[in-house]
């Protein structure tokens, strides 16, 4: 049934008090000044902010967390569907389930599912939002034992182009239910998520490791294999920053352990012999302590891409490549290394499964008079890692994945998968309402 009615939440235009707080996006970088923000109290203002933009032919972007990097829950003159009121968790404890409100963010959901001893798979950072980050695959901390956040989906509520309420699931518009674990921005206003969850990890191990620059090679090395081996319960990151010697990077690895601090000992005992620590923070905290230990401001600049190494050694030539460019690292920039291995979980999804170690060069900074420098690392080493043939930019989260043309989204999800894509898009929505985001175009050929 169709609710007709007042707008309940709050609208802003660019001359309204409030304005410019409501359009505030994390990225500094990619701020926008919408015609509109329409911050939503429930379904229903959801389908009468669609109707409006339809009405004053505005464009469309949707706000979870305000998290992309893209900048793609913001627009220039447009409407941005804000949720960040509809932030809500019901957890059920019995089933080791959660019903989540599409604007939640993840400090929200590990600190309500942790009052019932439950966790749920998020990122790795306490600031993004948990829909977003589902839709576009996620992972975080858990992921290595209970598989990205997209496979821990069982339904979602979505509001879609035509302003209809669907229930997606395995059993309800199956084919929906596919293509929004991966691809989900593309279908639909989501108004709340069904997630598993799993017992929390009672301790963890986290914190700061640092390698002197005259290792690198052995720890780079070492590390790889590592990787490679892998385990269920460890989730590090391994990079090179900047320091004050540009000939010699600093060379970090970040733990992020979710067993028990004997498993994690044990563990961490393997990385502590690749060479001797110049630093080691590494300690036992909760799994909450875990997830906020990464917490950025609430803005900042940044700017990323993501690609994918086979596992593979590290051949002679990963190896060269990545010593060649970790020189390369300036202020607020760095190259970081982590493992990816899919689960195969079922029912199958549109998640991209390519296991491997993901390479991502990114910059965060705070004064604008930076921006040209770290855009032209960034774009320079972009360059490099595209031009490798030991490189490529099929990557497995499409959260972090910045710019979606039909070749990358064909290596990303298998060109099979992402015709399909296109025609579930020409189903749902043909017109491509919700196209600010990794933009899947609705094949012309309506489904
Ligand atoms: C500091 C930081 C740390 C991060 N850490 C991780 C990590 O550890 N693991 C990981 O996998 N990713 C991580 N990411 C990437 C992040 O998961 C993605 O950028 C994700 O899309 C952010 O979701 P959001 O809701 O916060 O962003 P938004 O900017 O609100 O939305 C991102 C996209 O999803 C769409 N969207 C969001 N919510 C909805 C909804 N309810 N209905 C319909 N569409 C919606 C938006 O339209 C937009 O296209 C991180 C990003 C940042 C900036």
């Given at each position: 049934m169709r609710q007709v009615g007042e707008f309940r939440g709050e609208l802003f235009a660019?001359?309204?008090?409030?304005y410019d707080e409501a359009r505030t996006v994390f990225n500094e970088l990619r701020q926008g000044r919408p015609a509109v923000v329409a911050r939503c109290a429930g379904i229903a203002d959801v389908r009468l902010a669609l109707e409006m933009a339809r009405e004053q032919n505005l464009d469309v972007s949707v706000r979870g967390g305000g998290h992309s990097v893209a900048g793609w829950s913001t627009n220039d003159d447009g409407l941005v569907v804000d949720l960040s009121r509809m932030g809500w968790v019901h957890v059920d404890a019995e089933t080791s389930t959660a019903w989540i409100g599409g604007g939640t963010v993840a400090t929200d959901l590990v600190t309500e599912a942790s009052q019932y001893g439950l966790a749920a798979?998020?990122?790795?950072?306490?600031?993004?939002g948990v829909t977003g980050l589902v839709m576009g695959v996620g992972e975080g901390y858990l992921t290595p034992r209970h598989g990205f956040g997209g496979d821990n989906v069982l339904a979602f509520e979505v509001v879609t182009a035509d302003g209809s309420l669907l229930n997606v699931s395995a059993d309800e518009h199956p084919d929906l239910f596919w293509a929004m674990?991966?691809?989900?921005?593309?279908f639909g206003v989501v108004t709340a998520v069904k997630l598993r969850l799993y017992p929390m990890p009672e301790q963890c191990t986290g914190g700061m490791i640092e390698f002197s620059p005259d290792d690198e090679v052995e720890v780079t090395r070492c590390v790889w294999k590592i990787m490679e081996k892998g385990s269920e319960f460890f989730f590090p990151f391994y990079g090179f920053g900047p320091s004050d010697d540009p000939e010699r990077p600093r060379i970090m690895f970040s733990v992020g352990h979710t067993g028990t601090p004997e498993l994690a000992e044990r563990e961490l005992a393997e990385l502590r012999a690749c060479a001797r620590p110049i630093a080691d923070e590494a300690r036992t905290m909760s799994y909450w302590e875990l997830v906020h230990q990464e917490h950025l401001q609430d803005h900042c600049r940044t700017a990323w891409d993501v690609y994918r190494l086979a596992?593979?050694?590290?051949?002679a030539q990963q190896m060269q490549l990545l010593l060649d460019q970790r020189k390369t690292v300036i202020p607020n920039t760095s190259i970081l290394l982590w493992r990816t291995v899919p689960k195969p979980l079922?029912?199958?999804?549109?998640?991209p499964r390519l296991p491997g170690i993901s390479l991502f060069p990114s910059g965060w900074w705070e004064h604008e008079q930076d921006d040209k420098a770290i855009l032209a690392w960034l774009e320079a080493t972009s360059a490099c890692f595209s031009r490798?043939?030991?490189?490529?930019?099929?990557?497995?989260?499409?959260?972090?994945?910045v710019t979606l043309d039909d070749d990358r989204a064909k290596r990303l999800y298998g060109a099979e998968n992402y015709a399909r894509l296109r025609r579930l898009k020409a189903k749902y929505d043909p017109d491509n309402?919700?196209?600010?985001?990794?933009n899947i175009r609705p094949d012309d050929e309506r489904a």
């Open positions: 660019p001359t309204d008090e409030g798979v998020t990122g790795t950072n306490p600031g993004p674990r991966g691809a989900g921005a593309n596992f593979d050694g590290p051949s079922a029912p199958p999804s549109v998640c490798s043939e030991v490189v490529t930019d099929a990557a497995n989260t499409v959260n972090h994945v309402v919700f196209r600010s985001n990794n």
